[in-house]
């Protein structure tokens, strides 16, 4: 028998503790079981109180004080703790049936999803064994990024390598839509839910540039750090391997839009093919037929 599950990752301040807790009301509302589970180990306040929070286990403020690390070195020392008493995390799940619906919240520290392969190394046990969770995984990149078309590559292209790290299914997610809504057009944010490269080459140069004459090609010219035609080209150099992957395109998600939040759990249903698995459920054969007692 199968479980079923998605795991909720990308860059801090995604809003990805905003989602879970969106997906949970929404699953409830429509009588769905869910099984909650919080593996960001510096998390505090819930909508929802976790079914296992790590912090049970381990949280980072200790690790942090205990050991003279700081958040990041932190933060890698705890899920390695993790992997050594998976029990903490599997044994709660062995209980859990294929009508539930599992979310891992995860923290923000990006290195997890793109280098480090710790969360590979967790995926693949909770996937396989006697676990076995079909899974995927919710990848969510804030929508204020396409405001700034190198900082949305920059998002898109950590999105890719997870999708090359964690090798599970993936669904894309651009959070906090109604941050965005009104600046800018519909038309145009197609090509951002499909990222196009020719946004690139469509950028206004930055008018408080301090390039000059001759300076343009050099990228160690002060303008050209952050702008100019060096930097220009390695955006373009990012945007086309995005390009030419053809992997990440994007969901929509208000979080506080129930159709917006049902339509992204239909997208992971189907990555998890979650729907098939369900029993098809028999009909109300319990109708009173007995006319006798009326008048």
Known sequence: MSKFGT????????????????????????KRSCFYINLDPAAEEFAYEPDVDIKDLISLEDVMEEMGLGPNGGLIYCFEFLLDNLDFLTEPLETVTEEYL?????PGQIELYTHVPIL???????????????????????????????????????????????????VNILSKMDLVKGTIARRDLKRFIHPDVGLLD?????????????????PYAAGNVMGGSSFRRLNRAVGQLIDDFSMVSFLQLDAQDEDSVGAILAYIDDAIQYHEAQEPKEPNDEIDTDMGDRD
């Open 7 to 30: 795991i909720v990752v990308g860059p801090a301040g995604a809003g990805k503790t905003t989602f879970c807790s969106a997906l949970i009301s929404h699953l409830r509302a429509n």
């Open 102 to 106: 599992i979310v891992i919240d995860m």
């Open 120 to 170: 590979p190394a967790l995926v693949k046990h909770l996937m396989r064994g006697s676990l076995n969770i079909n899974m995927c995984a919710a990848y969510l990149l804030e929508a204020t990024f396409i405001v700034d078309r190198p900082k949305f590559f920059a998002g898109t292209l950590s999105a890719m390598s997870a999708m090359l790290m964690l090798e599970i299914p993936h």
């Open 202 to 218: 469509e950028e206004v140069p930055d008018s408080t540039s301090h390039d000059t004459p001759g300076d343009d090609d050099d």
